[in-house]
Structure formats: C-alpha cells, structure tokens
C-alpha cells in the first residue's frame, strides 16, 4: 500500500509540475517588469517600457490569425467620460478617457450586439474604458519559449516556438490615479448562426486568450500633463528661508559689510 501511495504522489507531483510551467499559447510580458502574486499580473516598473505579445502557435492559434491587444483604465472607470491625462502606444497618443471606448472588450462592429458570452471575461477589469489594438503575427520576431510567470520580465530568449510583437508604451502623462491594464486575445468574426437564436452574425469574440496569470499592467501614471506641480510645504518654505539668511549674514560678517 506504502508502494501505491508513492508511486501515486509522485505521478501527482509531476502532472502538478507540468501544470505549472506549461507555456500557455499567448502571454504577456513587460521587458525588466515584476511579477505581482496578488494580481498575477506582470508590472512595469518604469513610465516607458516594452511590452511583449507572445504567440506559440498551434492548430487553432496560427500567425495569420487576427489578434487583438487590449489597454484598459483600472480601476474600473466609467462610463461617464473622464479627463486622466493620456499615454503613448508606439508612438500614437491616446487620451484617457476621450479616445477609448467603454466596456468589455473587444471592439464591436455590429451596432445592436452588446456584451454577450464571447467577450473577455471581466477578472476585475471590466466594465471600463479601453482601447483595442489589432495586428497579427506574420513576419514576426522568434524566440525560445519561457512562461511569463515563472521568468518575468526577461523578454525574448535564443531558440524557436515563440512569436512575438513589441510594443513601446509610455504613460508619464497619465492620471497617477490610474494604470494601463492589458489583455492579449484571439478575434473572431461569426460568420454564420444556423439555429441559434442569440446568435448575431458580424459578431466579434475572442476566441482564446492569455491567461490572466499571464496578463500585464503599467505602474501608476506618472503624473498627467493636467497634474498639479508640487508646491513646497509652509515648513520647508519657512525652513530654507531661514537657511539663506543664514548663509547671508555669514558672508557679511566675513567680508566685513
């Protein structure tokens, strides 16, 4: 019996093992981020940093395939339009809240289809302002496959098996409140609804994405081009006053004046 449990344990240990260092499909990473076990979110630890869009490709997962990457206000803000300052996607300024759509993504292009089961599931994220990027994988960069998770922050590695796409982002003008949330998915269009009733064809759902363990996020804003510049307190006003005066009646007695 001692033998069954053994052997039992160890083929659990190692199905566990496996499961953990698996590389999902599609991940995040932030070049030199940090990764936050409470949020199980990569963090950018600079107002300008890289962000990586990885792809393993597979059988329902190709390089020809339409992706979508997501940029969300967290917290949750909406849906009332606010002003928070704005931030940089390679190069292209986007103001928060003014050019971002609000809801769950992605971006709909039927006018009557609202949220429906094929959109990104909310994990604390959504309802809130976004804005959504669409690209592909063709002609993309390779690397060595890593999990994001497990070696954040390192960015591409020698090898093969990994796509990916960079993307330079900068929120120095962003609302401190606030931060860059991203999310990484798989688009598709419905084509065709046959018998079901729910069904709207033109829908856009995702039809996979990175596992939220393997999402990515900015640090707070660096401040807004809106922010307040920092006045100095009363005390330390009062304290360098004194200080030069100071320093004046110093230089007098030495020079004799």
Known sequence: MKIVHKTLAAALSLAFAGAVHAQPTL???????????????????????????????????????????????????????????????????????????????????????????????????????????????????????????????????????????????DVGDLDESVSIHFDLYNLEVIASCGNNPNCVVGDVDQSLFAPFSHDAQSGPGGGGEGGEEEVPEPGTTLLLGAGLLGLWAMRRRKTGA
């Open 27 to 169: 991940q995040l990473d932030i070049l030199g981020g940090v990764y936050d076990p409470d949020t199980q979110t990569v963090i950018a630890q600079d107002d300008t940093f890289t962000l990586y869009a990885y792809l393993i490709p597979d059988a329902s997962s190709t390089l020809t395939d339409t992706y979508g990457l997501s940029m969300a206000v967290v917290p949750p803000t909406g849906p009332a339009d606010s002003d928070l300052g704005s931030f940089t996607f390679n190069s292209g300024t986007i103001a928060v809240t003014a050019d971002m759509t609000y809801g769950v993504p992605p971006i709909e292009t039927v006018a009557t289809q609202l949220s429906d089961p094929g959109d990104l599931a909310d994990h604390s994220i959504f309802d809130t302002f976004f804005s959504e990027y669409t690209f592909d994988f063709v002609g993309a960069s390779e690397s060595g496959e890593y999990n994001t998770q497990d070696d954040t922050g390192q960015g591409p590695i020698t090898g093969t098996g990994m796509f990916y796409q960079a993307f330079t982002i």
